[in-house]
């Protein structure tokens, strides 16, 4: 397969230090043309764009995680804002909200969020969304700032990706589409369009059956393009295709 696009790896994670620059080498050997490297804190944002510097084919974002809100110094916003002049930072992100771990309270995540938002709407950037058990508070911050963006890694119902829609908002699958209890998910592809779809990894993560539990990495998407194209009755390499094309958009990539 030909022309996979990854729009949320992090390539900067430790899991990767033995083998990074071996295994980035030889993406695009295995058909992966484009990766969005995702920041989580000051320090990964910054790796990130270490990452896009050293491969032509890697881009990235930038943004704090709802779990390091709470680390946030007062001048974080002005670090990141001068990180998006990067020419190839093209979002902020991973910012949103998770109720399931509560790393960080609440209300400081939710004021780190909108902070976030507000930086992207500044910038005209779009935004990757992380959302665990937070759906309302994240859907009423995403009302005030309707615009570009992608919710990444979602396993809401069918109803909640149609609310997605509305918003103007991307959704984003990968290995957890091909779990066992993914019913919901599927459930959720099926009503969304095409062109509203794109693939990651959350690489170290979520990796694909049958390498459940193991490293994942971008070359393992094509197994997420596969049962996405059984949803849709297409083939895997036309999801491939439709979800670079997404993502090339959405993100003002080339
Ligand atoms: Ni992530």
Known sequence: MQGIFDSHAHYDDKKFDGDRGALLRSMPENGVCRILNIGCDLTSSQQSIDLAEQYDFIYCAVGTHPHEAKMMSRFYLEIYREMAAHPKVKAIGEIGLDYHYDFSPRDIQKKVFDEQMALARELSLPVVIHEREALPDTLEIL???????????????????????????????????????????????????????????????????????????????????????EIKGITAQEVVDATRENACRLFGIA
């Open 143 to 229: 009302k005030r700032y309707p615009g570009a963006g992608v919710v990444h890694c979602f396993s809401g119902s069918a109803e909640t990706a149609r609310e997605i829609l509305r918003l103007g908002y991307h959704v984003g699958f990968g290995g957890a589409l091909t779990f066992k209890n993914a019913r919901r998910a599927l459930e959720a592809a099926a009503v969304l369009p095409l062109e509203r779809i794109l693939l990651e990894t959350d690489c170290p993560y979520m990796a694909p059956e049958p390498h459940r539990g193991k490293r994942n990495d971008s070359t393992l998407l094509p197994l997420v393009a596969q049962k996405l194209a």
